[in-house]
């Protein structure tokens, strides 16, 4: 394994507790990842000794906290190796993060006739916003079929992407786990004359990323999910789209000056950023930035296609047709988000057995609906991995399944 699992699992005070006299097996990190001391510790010290207002206030604590929220900027732009820290708008989520882009930039470059393309595996974050745009402004939603493996089906990509203005794709599936190719689709989209809008949520915590390299146009992820605290998430964007947008949210923050008969926006990225900022929650997720740096990014991926390769092998040797593996079997292009369907039994059944043994997995729709609806299924069950799991996280997630066979008698 490229990670010391075992050292690491020391950085996460959570994954000492032991309930029934059973450890914590945390299956669930897709879902949100668990907070290393470092991320902790810089919140609780910055709310102890630096937190004031950003960027209002001209007293020493007012400089240190502004200072310290700007640095958060700038870690994670150098993170995802954007090329200036204006580029980082801080959002709630990224699900905010794509509300902004589909409002925004949707809300003045979308109208009657024009059409957005999406694939039948995004999240509902990046499926409701354009379809709720749509319904305002009379453009329509195109689909990227799948694949019977479960990756995008890009055999008729050119004739899907003649006419879109927008292609909106996540880099990698909540569900399936696949990665999609992410610089082909960017290009793609550029040919056709479409932006390209990349929902990174599930790709910027588990592999190296660069937005460079990807050519997109903007990306969005969550810090919950990369170790960090939740209510902050981030938007990158190409600073001449973000330049040309309008803002999303008005208020506080956002303006360079208001007058009675109008406001001008301030410069980026704070027009983007209306209202009090997470301050706290955005000097913790400067903290996972390091942490995850200070593992290094290519040593998480290469443990996270480790640890996949050997549960998706370990659990078919052990269950065979017994257990339905959806999405791609290959860890070189899929990340550590395994959902399944085990025998005849609900996947609710199955977390509610796994439960027993202490091994958290989810179970439910995971926000992908119409996907789905393609895989013929209400619900699955996911298992996700993460720095902190190890073969023998595998191990009992696996014996644990027999568990579930026995309760359900089959
Ligand atoms: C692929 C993907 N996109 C978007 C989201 C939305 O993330 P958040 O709930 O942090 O806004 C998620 C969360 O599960 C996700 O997995």
């Excluded at 810089?42 to 240190?64: D, G, K, N």
Aim: with cysteine; glycine share 8%.
């Amino acid at each position: 394994m490229s990670l010391d699992v075992s050292r690491v699992r020391k950085d996460f005070p959570i994954l000492d507790r032991v309930i029934n006299g059973k450890r914590l097996v945390y299956l669930d990190s897709a879902a949100t990842s668990q907070k290393p001391r470092a991320v902790i510790d810089a919140m609780t010290h910055f709310q102890e000794h630096s937190y004031a207002p950003t960027h209002r206030s001209a007293y020493q604590l007012a400089t240190e906290s502004t200072e310290a929220y700007e640095m958060a900027r700038h870690k994670v732009r150098r993170f995802v190796n954007g090329q200036a820290d204006e580029e980082i708008v801080f959002t709630k989520n990224a699900t905010e993060a794509l509300n902004l882009v589909v409002r925004s930039w949707g809300g003045a470059n979308l109208g009657p006739g024009d059409t957005v393309l999406l694939t039948h595996m995004e999240h509902h974050a990046n499926i409701v916003p354009w379809q709720m745009l749509a319904a305002e402004r009379g453009f329509s939603l195109r689909w990227v079929p799948l694949t019977a493996d479960g990756q995008l089906d890009l055999t008729d990509l050119p004739t899907l992407l003649d006419g879109v203005k927008a292609f909106g794709f996540t880099a990698m599936s909540n569900v399936l786990g696949t990665i999609t190719p992410v610089r082909h689709l960017t290009d793609a989209a550029h040919a056709a004359g479409a932006i390209a809008i990349v929902d990174a949520c599930q790709f910027v915590p588990h592999v190296p990323t660069d937005v460079q390299a990807m050519g997109a146009d903007f990306i969005a992820f969550s810090s919950h999910k990369m170790c960090g605290p939740s209510g902050i998430g981030a938007l990158w964007g190409r600073q001449e789209l973000l330049d040309a947008m309008p803002p999303f949210l008005g208020g506080g923050q956002m303006i360079a000056d208001v007058r009675l008969d109008g406001f001008t926006a301030a410069p980026l990225p704070a027009k983007f950023e209306a209202g009090t900022p997470p301050i706290t929650e955005a000097i913790g997720l400067g903290a996972a930035v390091d942490y995850l740096t200070g593992l290094g990014m290519a040593d998480v991926r290469r443990h996270e296609m480790d640890v996949t390769g050997t549960a998706i092998g370990r659990l078919k040797d052990r269950y065979g047709d017994d257990i339905r593996i959806f999405g791609p079997t290959n860890p070189e292009i899929r990340g550590g988000a395994i959902s399944f369907a085990f025998r005849d039994i609900h996947p609710h059944d199955v977390s509610q057995v796994l439960d027993q043994s202490n091994v958290c997995v989810r179970a439910g729709h995971h926000c992908a609906k119409p996907l789905m609806r393609v895989l013929g299924v209400g619900a699955t069950a996911r298992a996700s991995f993460y720095v902190y799991n190890d073969v023998d996280d595998v191990d009992i997630l696996v014996d644990s399944l027999d568990a579930a066979s026995d309760i359900f008698s089959i």
